[in-house]
């Protein structure tokens, strides 16, 4: 959105006044919110290599005011081209996973580490997961989960410094931030290791149970 400085919107008003309006009905002004002004943000944003490929930027997905904020990794090939978090296969895989946990998806909002996609979707880098984790800590200062989960090494590194260490973590209760936080595989690894399912539909269902007894 463009900014006016005090004496243009002045010179307009005087224009509208010549024109014969006597009256501005502020309620017709559309303010955005501070969600759409960090998205805005995100949408714009050069920080790091990543914006150079992206086709879109990732916000995120879901209310704000939800209970439960799952963090992935960073954006695929799909969700970059749809500018939404987890519309691949492994999201179909989350949608699945946390329906079997009995967790409704429209009670949780997704995003990612990082809001650009990797070229190849490699792991995003230290500097890039630090340059775009401004923007992941007021997204979080927003939403105000009751329980975070994070999803890979991508995820728990925000907690461990680390991009490993997701198979002996998983499960625990953690902090992140001043908030409980549960890591348990990525959905992508569960797309590959179908085997594994039922232990992320056990750290879902912890979820539950830690909101159900808050
Ligand atoms: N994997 C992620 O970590 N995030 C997405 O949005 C999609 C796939």
């Known amino acids: 959105m463009e900014n ?3 004496d243009k919107i ?20 559309k303010k955005s919110s501070p969600v759409e002004e960090l998205e805005n943000e995100i949408r714009k944003c050069t920080k790091c290599d990543l914006y150079k490929e992206r086709t879109n930027t990732v916000f995120g997905k879901g209310p704000i005011d939800a209970d439960i904020l799952i963090i992935g990794e960073a954006p695929g090939r799909e969700e970059d081209i749809q500018g939404t978090p987890f519309v691949g296969a492994a999201g179909k895989k989350l949608d699945e ?7 409704e998806i429209s009670k949780v909002f997704i995003t990612n580490v990082v809001k650009c996609r990797p070229p ?12 775009c984790n401004p923007y992941l800590i007021k997204q979080i200062q927003m939403i105000r989960p009751k329980i975070i989960v994070l999803l ?3 995820a728990l590194s925000l907690i461990s410094g680390e991009i490993s260490g997701i198979t002996k973590t998983r499960g625990k209760k953690l902090m992140y931030m001043s908030y409980t936080a549960i890591p348990t595989f990525h959905p992508a690894y569960i797309v590959r290791n179908p085997g594994s399912e039922k232990i992320v539909i ?6 539950k149970e830690y909101l159900f007894a808050k």
């Not at 002045?10 to 002004?29: C, E, P, R």
């Not at 190849?120 to 340059?131: A, L, T, V």
């Open 152 to 154: 890979g090494n991508v």
């Open 202 to 207: 056990g750290d879902l269902k912890q979820v």
């Open 120 to 131: 190849g979707n490699r792991n995003p880098s230290s500097y890039e997961i630090m340059k």
């Open 4 to 6: 006016y400085s005090k």
């Open 10 to 29: 002045i010179d307009i008003l005087n224009l509208l006044k010549y024109m014969g309006f006597d009256k501005v009905d502020a309620s017709l002004i």
């Open 97 to 103: 996973m946390l329906s079997k946990a009995g967790i």
